[in-house]
């Protein structure tokens, strides 16, 4: 199994931390979509929606999932890559999606520990705990539709590593 791993679901559900020790395990290259495209751009994803607005961000963000994949790569995803029909299916036909998912209070709690994460926009305006209810109502179907995995992102990172390296060596069997 070469293919692109994705790894979505909300913010602060570990899509970095897992994929980055994934990609280890795996001996894949990995790479944060969000990240690459500050990098790219030379622009922080809050500088870029006041720029371009949401629609524009998202719009770079589908060129950014694009340009990434890469046989043994390892993609953590923006969590709002999934509203984008034109994402879910790229997604489902070249890769493996893995949705790591957590509640909005978990997310809201590792939201405020990682003050990295306040570079990006609040999407509502609302307190964290009230913006992750919102964004995990508007976005659960779209990351279950989009997943061929769903694993619990409140474990470990390397219990959720561990789960899907075995998902991975099942799959193989197959």
């Known amino acids: 199994m ?6 979505v679901g909300a913010r602060g559900a570990g899509k ?11 001996r894949y290259r990995f790479i944060d979509t969000d990240l690459f495209m ?6 922080s994803v809050a ?4 720029r371009e607005g949401w629609d524009g961000f998202r719009l770079r963000e589908s ?3 694009q340009t990434v994949t890469a046989a043994k790569t ?10 984008s029909q034109d994402n879910r299916i790229f997604m489902r036909n070249y890769g493996l999606v893995i949705y790591l998912r957590a509640s909005a209070n978990v997310l809201a709690g590792r939201l405020a520990e990682d003050p990295e994460d306040t570079q990006r926009p ?9 913006e992750m209810l919102d964004v995990l109502a508007s976005r659960e179907a779209l990351y279950q539709e989009v997943a061929h995995h769903v694993l619990d992102a409140t474990q470990s990172p390397e219990e959720v590593v561990e789960h899907i390296l075995q998902i991975l060596s099942d799959e193989k069997v197959k």
Do not use: C, R, Y
Not at 2 to 7: A, G, K, P, R, S
Not at 74 to 83: N, Q, S
Not at 122 to 130: A, M, R, Y
């Open 74 to 83: 390892v993609v953590a995803t923006g969590g709002g890559a999934v509203l």
């Open 38 to 43: 500050q990098q790219t751009l030379q622009s």
């Open 16 to 26: 970095t931390t897992i994929g980055k020790a994934l990609a280890q395990a795996l």
């Open 2 to 7: 070469t293919q692109t791993i994705f790894m």
């Open 47 to 50: 500088e870029l929606v006041a």
């Open 63 to 65: 060129m950014a999932l």
């Open 122 to 130: 609040s999407l509502t305006g609302k307190p964290i705990v009230e």
